[in-house]
């Protein structure tokens, strides 16, 4: 049962007796869905007070309302808005306020979803215990530094230095709402409009979708199958940055060698460019020990002057959470400060207070290394289902890394057409297509999906993959 707050609720001027203005008054809030059936109005005597009329042109007022049958007095309870008001069926056209209009459903943590984690493995209580423990702080109810918390930025550094090799302080970190204001605020902070930015090809199309707001010229370099990113194609342009993904693009999952990786640093120094490097998920690695980021090779040779280093918890924890961070050169933190308060003020503080104790008392990486084992036997599942299944047809391209597989195929069904059935199915796979931003470019002569294993339960996978199986093998209809 809802209250019903009398907010603006007033009495019209001129003619009439107080009691008809206050009928007719709460008639037309209910009969224009603003008082929505069920609800509780406040008692005769609250209303009175608070509109400042006798409790007698409330009760009064009330007794006609009930009569009419748009109100209902409930013997010792009060009284509610009535379910059965003839004017909602008369008045069609008007939608009542606070309900959501009815779309179909699409579960956008369905199975094999790219890009969230195994919700169910996550130490809910701890959390829990680390959000309570900090509940009743009354200092974290005011404003916070727009930074971020202090505490979480230095565990922040300690964790990237040690995990990532990455070269900061906790003054370099700004806390952000998901990697996407992250990546938001770096392209804000770096490029003017006349600008241009590369972008990987395919690549994360959040991002691309940041680049299209803010109206700059995007340069699109390619990302080869198993090779990678084009590294000559970014060393001979004039681009003045690019947004890369080097230790598991996005999304067709390869890696760049060191060899490259400072070509490309060299390249940003020469001509005061910016890299932009996205390492939202490199925790997960099966095959090999990671990369060092991008950004920690260019600050060991004191050459980190140029990238923006961007990470999130939305892998390693949920994606709901919603934190992610950027860190900067010491020169940018003003300008990416003023744009962070500009878009959206400071970060809630009582997340970011449990958040810092969660990484300090060891529960961040005892739970990556948890999830570590448990995707690379997803993993290792998804490809031994794939390889029965359709091994035939398709082939596994993306590395042993990260949270998703990305597969190719030259005959058979379209990635389009697969993907509808397996929607229609419960399951969401992404067509590479999705992923593809530069329209003008030659069409793929092969066909390719991206499926997200974090959030299947390891069990489930076979039976999956084998449905698919059966979709990608159907007859049209
Ligand atoms: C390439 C890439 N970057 C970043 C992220 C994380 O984004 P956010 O922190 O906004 O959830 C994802 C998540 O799927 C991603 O695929």
Redo the contacts with the bound molecule.
């Keep these: 049962m809802q209250m019903i707050e009398v907010g603006d609720l007033t009495l019209s001027p001129g003619k009439g007796s107080r009691q008809s203005k206050l009928f007719h008054a709460i008639r037309s809030k209910i009969v224009s869905g603003l008082w929505s059936n069920g609800g509780k109005l406040p008692s005769t005597r609250k209303l009175a007070q608070e509109l400042s009329l006798s409790r007698n042109t409330v009760i009064a007022a009330y007794e006609q309302l009930a009569a009419e049958g748009y109100i209902e007095s409930r013997l010792g309870s009060g009284f509610y808005v009535a379910v059965e008001l003839p004017e909602q069926y008369i008045d069609a056209n008007i939608t009542p306020t606070g309900k959501v209009p009815q779309t179909p459903h699409l579960n956008v943590n369905a199975p094999f979803a790219?890009?969230v984690p195994d919700l169910a493995q996550f130490p809910h209580a701890k959390w829990q215990r680390l959000l309570q423990c900090h509940s009743s702080l009354t200092s974290l109810l005011g404003s916070q530094d727009i930074q971020g918390s202090k505490e979480l930025r230095i565990r922040l550094a300690d964790y990237l230095a040690s995990s990532r090799s990455v070269v900061c302080n906790s003054n370099r970190i700004i806390i952000t709402s998901?990697?996407?204001q992250a990546l938001s605020i770096a392209v804000m902070a770096t490029l003017k409009q006349s600008d241009s930015i590369l972008m990987e090809q395919p690549g994360?199309t959040?991002m691309d979708k940041i680049i299209a707001l803010l109206g700059l010229d995007k340069q699109g370099v390619r990302v080869h199958e198993k090779q990678g990113v084009d590294i000559d194609a970014i060393l001979q342009s004039r681009s003045q940055a690019v947004y890369i993904?080097p230790s598991n693009q996005?999304p067709m999952g390869t890696a760049i060698t060191t060899e490259k990786r400072l070509k490309l640093i060299e390249w940003a120094m020469a001509g005061n460019r910016w890299i932009i490097e996205?390492d939202?998920?490199s925790e997960f690695q099966f095959a090999h020990r990671p990369y060092t980021s991008l950004q920690g090779l260019a600050g060991q040779m004191g050459m980190d002057g140029q990238v923006l280093y961007i990470g999130?918890?939305?892998?390693v924890m949920f994606?709901s959470l919603?934190i992610?961070y950027l860190v900067v050169p010491e020169h940018l933190v003003e300008p990416c400060l003023m744009i962070k308060d500009a878009l959206s003020g400071d970060t809630p503080g009582h997340t970011q207070a449990a958040l810092a104790d969660f990484i300090l008392e060891g529960d961040l990486l005892r739970h990556i290394r948890k999830m570590r084992r448990l995707y690379q036997d997803k993993y290792q599942q998804i490809v031994r289902s794939i390889e029965y299944y359709l091994g035939q047809h398709v082939e596994v391209i993306s590395q042993p890394a990260g949270l998703h597989v990305t597969l190719k195929w030259q005959q058979g069904i379209d990635e389009q057409t697969w993907v509808s059935r397996a929607k229609e199915a419960g399951i969401i796979m992404r067509p590479l297509a999705y992923y593809e931003h530069l329209h003008n470019e030659n069409v793929r002569s092969w066909h390719s999906v991206v499926l997200g294993y974090g959030n299947v339960a390891l069990g489930d996978i076979d039976s999956l993959i084998s449905s698919l199986a059966m979709l990608f093998h159907a007859k049209k209809k």
Excluded: E, V
């Excluded at 999130?312 to 892998?315: A, G, T």
């Design positions: 790219p890009g998901g990697a996407q994360y959040q993904t996005y996205d939202y998920d999130s918890f939305s892998k994606n919603r992610g």
